[in-house]
């Protein structure tokens, strides 16, 4: 069984630029895709970004492409969301998800495995 844990999280002024962490256990993350989800209680859940199982492969929602970057660190098995350049409208529950293979996806449906989700909230 796959667990991961968000953490990373919290108030952050308009511009800023913090870093989520995305612990997984249970499996290694080489071996399927992470992506990174946020939603808001006015939306629904909404994709953010995802990274392959080799992590060569990465794919961006556009309203956050050229602002954030997702990583892995596979000796930590860890999947990272670099936030950069804040927005008010970036406030948001984030989580971060498994795949049950390794290929990216933006569609919540192919994920089997979910954190509990961090909670950003950034200030103007």
């Known amino acids: 069984q796959v667990q991961l844990a968000e953490s990373g999280g919290g108030l952050v002024q308009a511009g800023g630029s913090p870093r989520l962490s995305c612990a997984a256990s249970?499996?290694?993350?080489?071996?399927?895709?992470v992506g990174w989800f946020r939603q808001t209680p006015e939306k629904e859940r909404e994709f953010v970004s995802a990274i392959n199982w080799s992590g060569h492969y990465t794919y961006y929602a556009d309203s956050v492409k050229g602002r954030f970057t997702i990583s892995k660190d596979n000796a930590r098995n860890t999947v990272y969301l670099q936030m950069n350049s804040l927005k008010p409208e970036d406030t948001a529950v984030y989580y971060c998800?498994?795949?049950?293979?390794?290929?990216?996806?933006?569609?919540?449906?192919?994920?089997?495995?979910w954190g509990q989700g961090t909670l950003v909230t950034v200030s103007s």
């Open positions: 249970g499996r290694t993350v080489s071996s399927f895709a």
């Open positions: 998800a498994g795949a049950a293979g390794g290929a990216t996806s933006g569609t919540s449906q192919e994920y089997a495995y």
